[in-house]
């Protein structure tokens, strides 16, 4: 089954623990990305992935790593989290096959909460 | 300036009847215009894609592109208690198809 694996799907920590989210996706995509989603603001851009070694600052990227050091997983890296990056985090993958493809499959999602 | 807005609804209609979900972009070099549906508690789907100006239809849903009045429209004809869900519509921009610029999305409420 093609999917975008994320995990874990909840997550309580504290201020200045690092952690990790992982996410894995099985469709041989080239461009993954991530997304943090907060009421009233929608859907906002973290870091995508052209490819392997390949990434880039989304809208929000302040607080956060990532790496791509192999074409299926894309793990979020929060350094020193701090409350206001507790949000519902998706990871999202598509091919680059044509310039408009637009369909990005997302993951299950990841619930953080930062005390 | 927010690149996409979206009035947040709730919109309520009655089971049978038309929906229709509106969104508005200011970059005039938006290329590429989506609308996704997302359950509560869910991860968005790809619900319709356009590019081009004019009307897209698939099924119960039509997409609806006015690129001079920079506005793209969701309708949903015969609306059903399951299309009841959050709509997002997102956008990417000519110049970088790598960004993907979504709304804060609609609530629509399909009353039985």
């Known amino acids: 089954e093609a999917q975008v694996t994320q995990n874990p799907r909840y997550l309580i920590t504290v201020t200045g623990k690092k952690l990790t989210v992982t996410c894995s996706q099985n469709?041989?995509?080239?461009?993954m990305s991530w997304y943090r989603q907060d009421p009233g603001l929608g859907l906002r851009q973290i870091y995508y992935s052209m490819n392997v070694e390949a990434t880039d600052k989304g809208d929000v990227p302040e607080g956060y790593k990532v790496s791509r050091k192999e074409k299926r997983n894309f793990p979020l890296i929060l350094e020193s989290p701090s409350p206001n990056q507790t949000s519902l985090y998706f990871c999202a993958s598509k091919t680059t096959g044509t310039g408009y493809t637009g369909e990005l499959f997302f993951g299950e999602g990841s619930r953080l909460t930062v005390l | 300036q927010k690149e996409v807005e979206q009035n947040s609804g709730p919109l309520s209609v009655p089971e049978g009847a038309i929906a229709s979900l509106n969104c508005t972009y200011s970059?005039?070099?938006?290329?590429?215009f989506f609308w996704y549906r997302q359950y509560s508690g869910k991860s968005p789907e790809l619900i319709m894609s356009?590019?081009?100006?004019g009307d897209k239809e698939d099924g119960r849903f039509t997409a609806q592109l006015n690129k001079a009045s920079q506005y793209v429209s969701l309708l949903i004809r015969d609306s059903q208690p399951s299309d009841s869900a959050t709509y997002l519509c997102a956008v990417i921009l000519i110049y970088n198809f790598n960004k993907f610029y979504f709304g804060s999305g609609t609530k629509l409420n399909v009353k039985p």
């Open positions: 970059d005039r070099v938006s290329q590429s």
């Open positions: 469709m041989n995509h080239e461009y």
């Open positions: 356009i590019y081009s100006n």
